[in-house]
């Protein structure tokens, strides 16, 4: 019953995001495009990813040893003292 | 040290100062000090530089070392007891001469990439008393549909050997551990004020993936923590930034993962950017994260087989949930004092974090940056 219940759990999860994935081409948002002249609000520091990412890294490697899981942010490193 | 650490150091020597002034780039040293103070008194100390700077043409080099001071306390209960076996289960360490004492260890990590156009490749080294990891990585990224949608493709290999220290209670050999990694992350503009970002991960780890000097309490006794060797791990996320007419920004994300020990997770994060001035803003983020045990999981193993032959003694292998609040502040005094010629090449960040979890631990998490651009 527990198994059967987190594997439906699971199922629905990874439809839920392969629903996210398709949801902009579905809706056309992507379609429209946005001019090199209008991106300026995107380039902004606290729209980048870019701004976030060696942070991110950082505390995926400090809560990899605190939690069961790792990932979100495109790669993996190696050891870590912390551990 | 290996080829790898040679070629990025022939790579430093190569990227002469005069070679970056050529292009006309600006380089750029990136400085942290970081601080971790969790409930069981575990310290970590960071210092972390990072090195950045244009070598010919489109060629670009990164270099990053990170110097880690880890201080564990001492075992509060007699070696070997069920009251002890908590006080090791934070952190990996030995227990041999004088265990109620503080533990002390020492990790140096150095990582070089050289970026060319859309691919980038990079050697990551990492190196403390009883482990040595080292990774090779490459990625590919293209612009598609008139700079709208972004696709990016990356693969690493990392070999670990791990080299237990003396231990009073258990023995094991030295041992290795190899992770095969590869994503694919896609980036869509959606509108002037919004885009979003999709990623998936795979990972495959093989080897020594327990706690060589962790004892659990089974069938009466205490015996050594034992994983399996294998373990396919893999994720998704989704992350969605959107732009407000006030100068701030509103930030989710979502991660799912699963993997072949049964554990799954799932991890919610919100985020707001605010300009209280030009140059300086506040970044105030919640994350919410909640994972099922692994199978072999149990509070209570009957006998010392355990489950399937595994037993763990690691908390991150029961259900779990946790939360973390986050303040930071970000300062670029390029804006902030731009006639200064010496100040505003400076950036400065202040970080803050608390993180908790249902298992009675909390972690207090400080960084301070500095950022010089030349």
Known sequence: ??????????????????????????????AKGVAAYQRENLADPIMAFQTRAKKDARRVRALEAREGSTGGIGGEGGGCACK | MGRGLVAVLLGVCAASPSAAQATGDPAAVNGLFRLFVDSKHVLVRSLVQD???????????????????????????????????????????????????????????????????????????????????????ATYNRDLRDDQLNLSFGTSWGWDDILPLENQRSTTAASTKNTLHWNAVATQLLSPTSV??????????????????????????????????????????????????????????????????????????????????????ARYQYRWYRQSSANFWSDDYTTTQGIDGYLTGDYRMSPLSSHLFGLSLNADLSVLAPDSPTLRRFALTFDYERYFNNENYSADILETGVEFRF
């Open chain 1, 1 to 30: 019953m527990k198994i059967m219940k987190r594997a439906s759990w699971r199922r629905a999860a990874w439809l839920l995001l392969a629903a996210a994935l398709c949801a902009p081409s579905l809706t056309g948002c992507a």
């Open chain 2, 51 to 137: 090195y950045s700077m244009p070598v010919a043409g489109d060629v670009n080099l990164t270099l990053h070392w990170n110097n880690e001071h880890v201080t564990i306390p001492g075992v509060s209960a007699p070696v070997g007891s069920p009251e002890a076996i908590d006080a090791i289960t934070t952190a990996s360490r030995p227990i041999s001469g004088d265990a109620y004492q503080d533990y002390e260890k020492v990790r140096n990590e150095l990582e070089g990439q050289v970026t060319r156009g859309p691919v980038a490749v990079g050697y990551y080294y990492s190196m403390e008393s009883d482990y040595v990891g080292q990774q090779v990585s």
């Open chain 2, 196 to 281: 979003v970002r999709f990623g998936v991960e795979y990972n495959h780890v093989s080897g020594l993936q327990h706690n060589p000097y962790r004892l659990v309490y089974a069938g009466g006794t205490t015996v050594p923590e034992r994983h399996p060797d294998s373990r396919e791990r893999r994720d998704a996320f989704v992350k969605f930034h959107q732009y407000l007419s006030n100068r701030s920004s509103l930030q989710f994300d979502y991660r799912i993962y699963d993997d072949d020990w049964g554990v799954l997770s799932h991890e919610i994060a919100g985020g707001l950017s605010q300009y209280v001035t030009r140059g300086f803003y």
